[in-house]
């Protein structure tokens, strides 16, 4: 056995208004593994959208959003070896699956903080998998493998104090490179290729299949009406 202050715990939260508080102290909500994981893993990804643009043989790639960042873990818990050899449902189980359960405050499963060493991972339990490994001779479960999938919970307001953004409503300046062209420029500085013709009128471009690499052109925010412009 580890020593009592490097296991691994799991707090459930409890809401306080907008914050969600975690207390170490507080039996009722706290979860101490008995043996350590050997490995954890920490997923993040991105989700990406695709869009055709007339002229282009594939589609253009945008950035739509970041994905959760995901913990999995796996936990051997025990009551077989040192402790009375109860049913470890009983005894560890059935307190993990209290963290799927739904929490009448806010109407979904609580947030959870997941606690060893450097690790600090605040998270809504995903998925639950048991395997149960060792039984006495009347069938008690003693010993099971628990595989926990975490996503992280991130308050809302954090998330914008955090993530950088710019106005789309202020005027810009592209230099043109080669390949480039005013659907795709559109889609990128508008979200919709269709607004091509809002930069050609800012621009003044006849052609907009003539574009000179190096020169400079302006990307006007839109303005009202400019949706009946872009469209045809």
Not at 32 to 60: Q, R
Not at 165 to 179: N, Y
Not at 216 to 229: C, N
């Amino acid at each position: 056995m580890n020593d009592k202050g490097n296991k691994l715990f799991i707090i459930r939260g409890k809401h306080d208004g907008k914050n969600v508080k975690f207390d170490p102290k507080d039996k009722q909500t706290k979860l101490e593994v008995c043996f350590n994981p050997t490995e954890y893993s920490i997923d993040k990804s991105n989700v990406y959208s695709m869009a055709a643009i007339p002229g282009l043989e594939s589609p253009i790639i945008q950035y739509s959003r970041g994905d959760t960042r995901t913990l999995s873990i796996e936990l051997l818990l025990d009551t077989y070896t040192y402790n009375s050899k109860e049913d470890v449902h009983k005894q560890y189980i059935s307190k993990l699956e209290t963290f799927l359960s739904i929490d009448g405050e806010i109407h979904a499963p609580p947030p959870c903080k997941i606690v060893w060493g450097l690790l600090e991972f605040v998270g809504v339990l995903q998925d639950l998998r048991k395997r149960y490994v060792l039984f006495l001779d009347d069938g008690t479960p003693v010993r099971a493998r628990v595989t926990l999938t975490w996503k992280e919970y991130v308050p809302v307001e954090i998330q914008i104090k955090t993530t950088p953004r710019s106005s789309p409503d202020r005027r810009r300046i592209h230099t043109l490179k080669e390949g480039d062209s005013l659907w795709f420029i559109a889609y990128r500085a508008y979200g919709e290729s269709r607004y091509w013709k809002v930069l050609a009128e800012a621009n003044n471009i006849d052609d907009p299949r003539r574009l000179e690499p190096g020169k400079q052109i302006i990307i006007p925010p839109l303005e009202k009406g400019s949706e009946t412009q872009g469209a045809g």
